[in-house]
Each structure stands twice: as C-alpha cells, then as structure tokens.
C-alpha cells in the first residue's frame, strides 16, 4: 500500500535561498540585504512560499523549513 504523505512542493532556487535565510532567523530587511533585493521582492517570495506550503505565517513557514532540511 502507498502512503497518503505528500511531497514537499517544489521550490525556486530562489525561494530556496529566501527558506535558509528565513530559517536561521533573518528579517525581511536581513534577507532583501543579502540576497540584493527588495524587502517588496522578499514579501513576496514569502506570500508565494506560504501559498505553495499551506502555511498562515512567517514563523509556520521557517518552522516549515527547518523541517524540511533548509537550514543556515
């Protein structure tokens, strides 16, 4: 028998970088910083990665990520 459990979604590169940083405890502002773009750009990379995941927030999402291997 298959089990019911789904695969993660699949990510950008770069919204495999944004789910690093934002795992390691960076702000908008830390991620837009390092990554050499907006803080809007980095909003939206997160309101895509919430919508791809499921999730209702920031600290669901990093928790997300961690789980799922993405750590700094």
Known sequence: MA???EAPPAFTP???QVL???SGGET???IA???GISRHTVDTYLRHLRR???TTNRTQLAVLAAQL???A
């Open 3 to 5: 089990d019911n459990v």
């Open 14 to 16: 770069r919204e495999q």
């Open 20 to 22: 690093v940083l934002l």
């Open 28 to 30: 908008y502002w830390g």
């Open 33 to 35: 910083r390092q990554l």
């Open 52 to 54: 791809k995941t499921g």
């Open 69 to 71: 291997g993405y750590r």
